[in-house]
Protein backbone atom coordinates (compact mmCIF):
# COMPACT_ATOMS: atom_id res chain seq x y z
CA UNK A 1 0.00 0.00 0.00
CA UNK A 2 1.62 3.32 -1.03
CA UNK A 3 1.71 6.01 1.88
CA UNK A 4 -1.25 8.08 0.90
CA UNK A 5 -3.44 5.44 0.84
CA UNK A 6 -2.19 4.04 3.70
CA UNK A 7 -2.84 7.34 5.37
CA UNK A 8 -6.64 7.13 3.67
CA UNK A 9 -6.61 4.01 5.97
CA UNK A 10 -4.98 5.51 9.13
CA UNK A 11 -7.40 7.97 9.10
CA UNK A 12 -10.45 5.66 8.60
CA UNK A 13 -9.64 4.19 11.68
CA UNK A 14 -9.28 7.31 13.53
CA UNK A 15 -12.85 8.42 12.18
CA UNK A 16 -13.87 5.44 13.61
CA UNK A 17 -12.89 5.90 17.25
CA UNK A 18 -13.78 9.57 16.80
CA UNK A 19 -17.72 8.49 16.42
CA UNK A 20 -17.71 9.36 12.99
CA UNK A 21 -18.99 6.26 10.29
CA UNK A 22 -19.48 8.17 7.43
CA UNK A 23 -16.07 9.40 7.53
CA UNK A 24 -14.65 6.01 8.34
CA UNK A 25 -16.57 4.96 5.03
CA UNK A 26 -15.11 7.62 2.89
CA UNK A 27 -11.75 7.37 4.01
CA UNK A 28 -11.63 3.54 3.54
CA UNK A 29 -12.97 4.30 -0.03
CA UNK A 30 -10.25 6.44 -0.52
CA UNK A 31 -7.79 3.85 0.81
CA UNK A 32 -9.17 0.98 -1.02
CA UNK A 33 -10.85 2.09 -4.67
CA UNK A 34 -9.57 3.23 -7.86
CA UNK A 35 -9.28 7.19 -7.99
CA UNK A 36 -10.45 8.70 -11.55
CA UNK A 37 -7.71 9.53 -13.34
CA UNK A 38 -7.19 13.26 -13.44
CA UNK A 39 -5.52 16.28 -11.94
CA UNK A 40 -6.61 15.00 -8.34
CA UNK A 41 -5.63 11.90 -8.82
CA UNK A 42 -2.25 12.87 -9.39
CA UNK A 43 -1.76 15.07 -6.77
CA UNK A 44 -2.72 12.50 -4.30
CA UNK A 45 -0.39 10.29 -5.72
CA UNK A 46 2.35 12.73 -6.35
CA UNK A 47 2.23 14.41 -2.66
CA UNK A 48 5.49 15.54 -1.98
CA UNK A 49 4.89 15.71 2.03
CA UNK A 50 4.27 13.01 4.69
CA UNK A 51 0.55 12.40 4.08
CA UNK A 52 -0.71 11.18 7.56
CA UNK A 53 -2.91 13.02 10.08
CA UNK A 54 -0.07 13.67 12.31
CA UNK A 55 2.24 15.37 9.39
CA UNK A 56 0.41 16.89 6.06
CA UNK A 57 -3.20 15.11 6.60
CA UNK A 58 -3.89 14.94 3.51
CA UNK A 59 -6.91 13.10 4.15
CA UNK A 60 -8.28 15.73 6.26
CA UNK A 61 -7.57 18.16 3.31
CA UNK A 62 -9.57 15.96 0.83
CA UNK A 63 -12.39 15.34 2.94
CA UNK A 64 -12.77 19.32 3.81
CA UNK A 65 -12.95 19.66 -0.05
CA UNK A 66 -15.58 17.49 -0.77
CA UNK A 67 -17.59 18.66 2.60
CA UNK A 68 -17.17 22.13 1.26
CA UNK A 69 -18.77 21.06 -2.02
CA UNK A 70 -21.72 19.78 -0.13
CA UNK A 71 -22.02 22.77 1.84
CA UNK A 72 -22.06 24.50 -1.29
CA UNK A 73 -25.09 22.34 -2.84
CA UNK A 74 -23.26 20.12 -4.86
CA UNK A 75 -25.62 18.39 -6.91
CA UNK A 76 -24.13 14.89 -7.06
CA UNK A 77 -22.68 14.95 -3.53
CA UNK A 78 -25.21 16.03 -1.23
CA UNK A 79 -27.84 13.72 -2.32
CA UNK A 80 -24.96 10.81 -0.64
CA UNK A 81 -23.46 12.78 2.23
CA UNK A 82 -25.09 12.28 5.94
CA UNK A 83 -28.33 12.36 6.90
CA UNK A 84 -28.69 10.33 3.73
CA UNK A 85 -28.34 6.74 4.33
CA UNK A 86 -26.42 5.62 1.09
CA UNK A 87 -24.49 2.78 -0.20
CA UNK A 88 -20.82 2.59 -0.66
CA UNK A 89 -20.91 2.14 -4.34
CA UNK A 90 -23.66 5.09 -4.66
CA UNK A 91 -21.15 7.54 -2.52
CA UNK A 92 -17.78 6.20 -4.48
CA UNK A 93 -19.85 7.21 -7.85
CA UNK A 94 -20.94 10.60 -5.93
CA UNK A 95 -17.16 11.10 -4.74
CA UNK A 96 -15.51 10.17 -8.38
CA UNK A 97 -17.56 12.11 -10.31
CA UNK A 98 -16.87 15.30 -7.95
CA UNK A 99 -13.03 14.61 -8.60
CA UNK A 100 -13.61 14.31 -12.21
CA UNK A 101 -15.16 17.41 -12.76
CA UNK A 102 -14.70 19.87 -9.78
CA UNK A 103 -10.81 19.28 -9.86
CA UNK A 104 -9.91 23.19 -9.61
CA UNK A 105 -11.96 23.95 -6.25
CA UNK A 106 -10.71 20.54 -5.14
CA UNK A 107 -7.12 21.44 -5.71
CA UNK A 108 -7.39 24.77 -4.20
CA UNK A 109 -8.86 23.21 -1.20
CA UNK A 110 -5.57 21.01 -0.78
CA UNK A 111 -2.81 23.79 -0.71
CA UNK A 112 -4.15 24.56 2.80
CA UNK A 113 -3.90 22.39 5.88
CA UNK A 114 -7.19 21.00 7.74
CA UNK A 115 -8.77 24.16 10.54
CA UNK A 116 -11.48 22.67 12.54
CA UNK A 117 -11.02 25.28 15.34
CA UNK A 118 -12.99 22.33 17.63
CA UNK A 119 -14.72 24.52 20.21
CA UNK A 120 -15.35 21.14 22.16
CA UNK A 121 -11.89 21.56 23.34
CA UNK A 122 -12.96 24.12 25.50
CA UNK A 123 -13.85 21.55 27.96
CA UNK A 124 -9.97 22.04 28.84
CA UNK A 125 -9.59 25.29 28.64
CA UNK A 126 -13.13 26.39 30.75
CA UNK A 127 -11.88 24.75 33.89
CA UNK A 128 -8.47 26.21 33.85
CA UNK A 129 -9.94 29.57 33.00
CA UNK A 130 -12.05 29.32 36.50
CA UNK A 131 -9.04 27.87 38.46
CA UNK A 132 -6.74 30.77 37.46
CA UNK A 133 -9.41 33.29 38.21
CA UNK A 134 -10.38 31.23 41.39
CA UNK A 135 -6.19 31.75 42.11
CA UNK A 136 -5.89 35.42 41.68
CA UNK A 137 -9.21 37.23 41.93
CA UNK A 138 -8.24 39.22 38.33
CA UNK A 139 -9.05 39.92 35.22
CA UNK A 140 -7.80 37.20 32.66
CA UNK A 141 -6.20 38.18 29.19
CA UNK A 142 -6.72 35.10 26.65
CA UNK A 143 -3.48 34.84 24.21
CA UNK A 144 -4.09 31.53 21.96
CA UNK A 145 -1.61 29.92 19.92
CA UNK A 146 -2.49 28.55 16.73
CA UNK A 147 -5.85 29.67 17.08
CA UNK A 148 -7.02 29.20 13.93
CA UNK A 149 -10.36 31.62 13.41
CA UNK A 150 -9.93 32.09 17.84
CA UNK A 151 -13.95 30.52 18.45
CA UNK A 152 -11.81 29.12 21.73
CA UNK A 153 -10.85 32.59 22.38
CA UNK A 154 -14.75 33.10 23.78
CA UNK A 155 -14.22 29.83 26.16
CA UNK A 156 -15.01 32.10 29.20
CA UNK A 157 -18.77 32.69 27.16
CA UNK A 158 -19.74 28.92 26.92
CA UNK A 159 -21.21 27.17 29.74
CA UNK A 160 -19.77 23.07 30.67
CA UNK A 161 -22.48 20.88 32.25
CA UNK A 162 -22.26 17.64 33.32
CA UNK A 163 -23.73 14.84 35.75
CA UNK A 164 -22.89 16.78 38.94
CA UNK A 165 -20.58 19.54 37.80
CA UNK A 166 -21.36 23.27 35.94
CA UNK A 167 -19.48 25.93 35.04
CA UNK A 168 -20.72 29.22 33.37
CA UNK A 169 -23.71 30.56 32.61
CA UNK A 170 -26.89 28.50 32.18
CA UNK A 171 -27.93 30.93 29.33
CA UNK A 172 -24.69 30.09 27.52
CA UNK A 173 -25.41 29.75 23.69
CA UNK A 174 -22.76 27.06 23.07
CA UNK A 175 -22.92 24.26 26.12
CA UNK A 176 -20.50 21.43 26.29
CA UNK A 177 -20.89 18.32 28.32
CA UNK A 178 -18.18 16.03 28.01
CA UNK A 179 -18.40 12.72 29.68
CA UNK A 180 -16.68 13.56 32.73
CA UNK A 181 -14.81 11.66 35.80
CA UNK A 182 -13.18 13.07 38.67
CA UNK A 183 -13.25 16.07 40.40
CA UNK A 184 -13.66 19.73 39.18
CA UNK A 185 -12.85 23.38 39.70
CA UNK A 186 -15.61 25.02 41.53
CA UNK A 187 -17.26 28.11 39.62
CA UNK A 188 -15.29 31.26 39.84
CA UNK A 189 -15.94 35.13 38.49
CA UNK A 190 -14.41 35.20 34.99
CA UNK A 191 -13.81 38.41 33.34
CA UNK A 192 -11.57 38.40 30.34
CA UNK A 193 -10.36 41.70 29.80
CA UNK A 194 -8.29 41.14 26.26
CA UNK A 195 -8.68 38.19 23.66
CA UNK A 196 -5.72 37.80 20.98
CA UNK A 197 -4.03 34.68 18.90
CA UNK A 198 -1.79 34.42 16.66
CA UNK A 199 -1.92 31.70 13.54
CA UNK A 200 0.00 30.58 10.48
CA UNK A 201 -2.96 31.15 8.41
CA UNK A 202 -5.75 32.57 10.70
CA UNK A 203 -9.68 32.35 9.40
CA UNK A 204 -11.92 35.12 9.73
CA UNK A 205 -15.56 33.71 10.97
CA UNK A 206 -17.16 36.33 10.39
CA UNK A 207 -16.21 36.39 6.84
CA UNK A 208 -19.44 34.03 4.72
CA UNK A 209 -15.97 32.46 3.03
CA UNK A 210 -14.17 31.77 6.37
CA UNK A 211 -17.49 30.74 7.88
CA UNK A 212 -18.09 27.86 4.86
CA UNK A 213 -14.27 26.72 5.31
CA UNK A 214 -14.81 26.13 8.81
CA UNK A 215 -17.49 23.95 8.84
CA UNK A 216 -16.27 22.03 6.02
CA UNK A 217 -13.67 20.69 8.00
CA UNK A 218 -16.09 19.35 10.27
CA UNK A 219 -17.61 15.67 9.59
CA UNK A 220 -20.72 15.76 7.72
CA UNK A 221 -22.31 13.41 10.50
CA UNK A 222 -21.76 14.85 13.67
CA UNK A 223 -24.72 17.53 13.38
CA UNK A 224 -23.50 18.78 16.93
CA UNK A 225 -20.40 19.72 16.11
CA UNK A 226 -21.82 21.72 12.83
CA UNK A 227 -24.17 23.68 15.14
CA UNK A 228 -21.78 23.95 17.91
CA UNK A 229 -19.35 25.82 15.65
CA UNK A 230 -22.31 28.21 14.34
CA UNK A 231 -23.19 29.26 17.98
CA UNK A 232 -19.57 30.13 18.63
CA UNK A 233 -18.89 31.76 15.61
CA UNK A 234 -22.50 33.95 16.80
CA UNK A 235 -20.55 34.76 20.08
CA UNK A 236 -17.41 35.54 18.19
CA UNK A 237 -19.47 38.34 16.87
CA UNK A 238 -20.40 39.49 20.27
CA UNK A 239 -16.26 39.52 22.35
CA UNK A 240 -13.98 40.53 19.38
CA UNK A 241 -10.46 39.38 19.28
CA UNK A 242 -7.13 40.35 18.11
CA UNK A 243 -5.86 37.32 15.57
CA UNK A 244 -3.10 38.41 13.71
CA UNK A 245 -1.10 35.95 11.21
CA UNK A 246 2.64 34.93 12.15
CA UNK A 247 4.78 32.55 13.62
CA UNK A 248 3.98 31.83 17.32
CA UNK A 249 7.55 32.47 18.31
CA UNK A 250 7.58 35.71 17.10
CA UNK A 251 4.21 37.01 18.55
CA UNK A 252 4.71 35.42 22.23
CA UNK A 253 7.75 37.56 22.89
CA UNK A 254 6.27 40.68 21.26
CA UNK A 255 2.91 39.72 23.78
CA UNK A 256 4.76 39.16 26.53
CA UNK A 257 7.41 42.12 26.51
CA UNK A 258 4.03 44.10 27.15
CA UNK A 259 3.19 45.07 30.56
CA UNK A 260 -0.32 43.27 32.10
CA UNK A 261 -0.73 44.88 35.12
CA UNK A 262 -3.37 43.75 37.78
CA UNK A 263 -4.64 41.13 34.98
CA UNK A 264 -3.98 37.28 34.94
CA UNK A 265 -2.29 36.66 31.29
CA UNK A 266 -2.74 33.11 30.19
CA UNK A 267 -1.56 31.88 27.13
CA UNK A 268 -3.72 28.44 25.80
CA UNK A 269 -2.67 25.82 23.45
CA UNK A 270 -4.64 22.93 22.17
CA UNK A 271 -3.03 20.92 20.02
CA UNK A 272 -0.82 22.84 18.42
CA UNK A 273 2.50 23.03 20.16
CA UNK A 274 3.19 19.52 18.50
CA UNK A 275 2.88 21.33 14.61
CA UNK A 276 5.13 24.10 15.85
CA UNK A 277 8.82 24.44 14.06
CA UNK A 278 11.83 23.27 16.58
CA UNK A 279 13.09 26.35 16.61
CA UNK A 280 9.43 28.35 17.11
CA UNK A 281 8.82 25.52 20.11
CA UNK A 282 12.18 26.65 21.78
CA UNK A 283 11.76 30.12 21.35
CA UNK A 284 8.02 30.43 22.41
CA UNK A 285 9.16 28.52 25.56
CA UNK A 286 12.38 30.78 26.14
CA UNK A 287 9.58 33.94 26.16
CA UNK A 288 7.70 32.44 28.46
CA UNK A 289 10.16 31.28 30.81
CA UNK A 290 11.40 34.80 30.49
CA UNK A 291 8.25 36.29 31.14
CA UNK A 292 7.61 34.17 33.77
CA UNK A 293 10.36 35.31 35.71
CA UNK A 294 9.59 38.80 35.78
CA UNK A 295 5.60 37.88 36.76
CA UNK A 296 4.06 38.72 40.24
CA UNK A 297 1.41 38.20 42.17
CA UNK A 298 -0.26 41.34 40.78
CA UNK A 299 0.28 40.17 37.15
CA UNK A 300 0.85 36.33 37.35
CA UNK A 301 1.64 34.87 33.86
CA UNK A 302 -0.29 31.28 33.39
CA UNK A 303 0.37 28.47 30.78
CA UNK A 304 -2.71 26.39 29.95
CA UNK A 305 -1.29 23.28 27.99
CA UNK A 306 -3.82 20.76 25.85
CA UNK A 307 -1.64 18.31 23.79
CA UNK A 308 -0.46 14.64 22.74
CA UNK A 309 1.85 13.08 25.00
CA UNK A 310 1.86 9.57 23.56
CA UNK A 311 -1.05 8.55 26.36
CA UNK A 312 -4.70 8.45 25.79
CA UNK A 313 -6.11 11.57 24.22
CA UNK A 314 -4.35 14.90 25.26
CA UNK A 315 -2.87 16.08 28.64
CA UNK A 316 -3.93 19.12 30.03
CA UNK A 317 -1.51 20.73 32.40
CA UNK A 318 -1.78 24.12 33.99
CA UNK A 319 1.94 26.22 34.78
CA UNK A 320 2.04 28.94 37.11
CA UNK A 321 4.28 32.09 37.21
CA UNK A 322 5.62 33.34 39.98
CA UNK A 323 7.32 29.87 40.66
CA UNK A 324 6.83 27.78 37.25
CA UNK A 325 4.85 24.94 39.66
CA UNK A 326 3.43 22.90 36.73
CA UNK A 327 0.11 21.08 37.91
CA UNK A 328 -0.94 17.77 35.65
CA UNK A 329 -5.15 18.34 35.65
CA UNK A 330 -6.47 15.81 33.36
CA UNK A 331 -6.74 13.70 29.92
CA UNK A 332 -8.94 15.04 27.61
CA UNK A 333 -10.13 13.35 24.40
CA UNK A 334 -8.75 15.26 21.66
CA UNK A 335 -11.91 16.35 19.90
CA UNK A 336 -13.56 17.31 24.02
CA UNK A 337 -15.92 14.27 24.11
CA UNK A 338 -14.54 12.89 27.51
CA UNK A 339 -12.56 14.57 30.44
CA UNK A 340 -10.87 12.51 32.88
CA UNK A 341 -9.88 15.17 35.74
CA UNK A 342 -6.77 13.49 38.08
CA UNK A 343 -5.36 16.80 39.16
CA UNK A 344 -6.69 19.67 42.01
CA UNK A 345 -10.13 21.00 41.77
CA UNK A 346 -8.43 24.34 43.22
CA UNK A 347 -4.77 25.71 42.92
CA UNK A 348 -2.48 26.16 46.22
CA UNK A 349 -2.10 29.85 47.24
Not at 121 to 149: D, F, K, Q
Not at 260 to 289: C, G, I, K, N, S
Request: net charge negative.
Amino acid sequence: MSPVRDAFAFQSKACAELGSPFMERLMALFATSDWPDGPVARRLRDWPDDPHPSASSLPLRVAGALHGLVLGGHPHLTPVYPPRDTTDDAVWAAVADALASDFAAILRALESPPQTNEVRRSVAILPGLHMIAARYGLPLELVELGTSAGLNLRADRFALHTATHRLGSVDAAVRLAPDWSGPAPAPAEVSVVRRTGIDLAPIDPLDPRGEHRLLSYLWPDQPDRLARTRAAIAEARAAPAEIVAGDAADFLEWVLEEPAPDRARVVVHTVAWQYFPEATARRALAALEAAGAAATEAAPLARLSMEADGGRGAALTLTLWPGGATHPLARVDFHGRWVDWTGPSALPR
